[in-house]
C-alpha cells in the first residue's frame, strides 16, 4: 500500500482559498485513482473529489463544483486540492486516499490507503 501525507491546511477567512497537497510513498499512485475525503466532528467522512489514475475523469461532490480543483501529477507522485471561495461549513479534517484497483470510485470503504489528514479551519 501507498503511503500518503497531506500539507497545506490552516487557517483562512470565508471567502479565501488554501491548496491541499498529497505526496505518495512506498508505490507509485500513477496508475490508480485518488480522492480527497473531508470529516467534520460528529459528521461521516465524506467524499469531496476523485480523480482517475489517467486525470481525464474527475468526481466531484455537488457541495465544491465550481470551488474546488482536484489534480494530479503521477511523474511527482502527488495529488492536489486547490480550494477556493471555502466557506465555514468547509471546515473539517480532509484526507487523502489512494485506490489499489484501476477503476474511479466515489466511496470511501473502496480506498485501500489514507492519509493522516489535515485540518482546515474556515471562520467566517
Known amino acids: 500500500q501507498a503511503q500518503l501525507v497531506e500539507s497545506g491546511g490552516g487557517l483562512v477567512q470565508a471567502g479565501g482559498s488554501l491548496r491541499l497537497s498529497c505526496a505518495a510513498s512506498g508505490r507509485s499512485i500513477g496508475s490508480y485513482p485518488m480522492g480527497w475525503f473531508r470529516q467534520a466532528p460528529g459528521k461521516e467522512r465524506e467524499l469531496v473529489a476523485a480523480?482517475?489514475?489517467?486525470?481525464?475523469?474527475?468526481h466531484y461532490a455537488d457541495f465544491v463544483k465550481g470551488r474546488f480543483t482536484i489534480s494530479r501529477d503521477n511523474a511527482k507522485n502527488t495529488v492536489d486540492l486547490q480550494m477556493n471561495s471555502l466557506k465555514p461549513e468547509d471546515t473539517a479534517v480532509y484526507y487523502c486516499?489512494?485506490?489499489?484497483?484501476?477503476?474511479?470510485?466515489?466511496?470511501?470503504?473502496?480506498?485501500?490507503?489514507w492519509g493522516q489528514g489535515t485540518q482546515v479551519t474556515v471562520s467566517s
Open positions: 486516499a489512494a485506490r489499489s484497483q484501476r477503476f474511479l470510485a466515489t466511496n470511501a470503504a473502496e480506498f485501500s490507503s
Open positions: 480523480i482517475s489514475w489517467s486525470g481525464l475523469t474527475i
